[in-house]
């Protein structure tokens, strides 16, 4: 069975900091795709950035950018910059072949002022 | 254009009741997902619909789920008989196929409280 861990319930850093989020995944799958959705309190999931398994390069959106490592199945999420809007919970996904996410169970993100 | 939409935001409800959660998905989004997220823990897949069928139901925990989707479009769970651990966020999402490469967009979830 696919399985997703995030080991850091909770982290705080400085407002312009970088900050780095792990994930480690377990599947035996070849084909996958790995996602990091951002929470804030409002509930709403918001898509971060998104890794294709085949693709080696490392998928960047701004501030946003990951380092995928297949072997290792390795996924963590840098965020460069941090900002007070930052601040939310971040859950690492990875997405079966038949369409479900399967989730983290998330890390706590504080960016303080 | 609109985002996913569900109704209601908050539900409480007493054990054993029966509740109707609603999914409005973004419109032309074929494919529709559930989710249940628990206090503190990452969501839980429960049932993807393709059009007006389900899909994929392996996740509904038990009988007392269901979900229909009649016309492709609204989707509503159903959870009969309520009890106090069926209390957690219910969160819908849409995508416009379900192939691998389209993103799923998430409502903001009905939160159920179970008394």
């Known amino acids: 069975a696919q399985t997703v861990t995030q080991s850091q319930p909770e982290m705080s850093v400085q407002e312009a900091e970088t900050v780095t989020l792990s994930c480690t995944y377990d599947?035996?799958?070849?084909?996958?795709?790995l996602f990091w959705y951002k929470q804030p309190p409002s509930r709403q999931m918001i898509l971060v950035i998104r890794?294709?398994?085949?693709k080696q390069q490392n998928a960047t959106e701004n501030r946003f950018s990951v380092n995928f490592q297949k072997a290792a199945k390795s996924f963590s999420l840098k965020i460069s910059d941090s900002q007070l809007g930052d601040t939310a919970m971040y859950f690492c996904a990875f997405m079966k072949h038949n369409y479900q996410l399967i989730w983290g169970a998330g890390t706590k993100l504080i960016i303080k002022p | 254009g609109a985002g996913v939409s569900q109704t209601p935001s908050n539900k409480v409800t007493e054990k054993g009741k029966y509740v109707e959660l609603r999914c409005d998905p973004i419109?032309?989004?074929?494919?529709l997902y559930w989710y249940r997220q628990s206090l503190g823990q990452g969501p839980e897949f429960l049932i993807y619909f393709q059009g007006t069928g389900a899909a994929d139901d392996s996740g509904l925990p038990n009988d007392r789920f269901f979900a229909v989707r009649p016309e492709g479009s609204v989707s509503t769970l159903k959870i009969q008989r309520t009890e106090r651990g069926d209390s957690a966020v219910y969160l819908c999402a849409s995508s416009l196929t379900q192939e691998l490469s389209y993103e799923q967009y998430f409502g903001p979830g009905t939160r159920l409280t179970v008394t």
């Open positions: 890794q294709e398994a085949y």
């Open positions: 419109s032309g989004h074929t494919a």
């Open positions: 599947t035996s799958e070849n084909n996958y795709y």
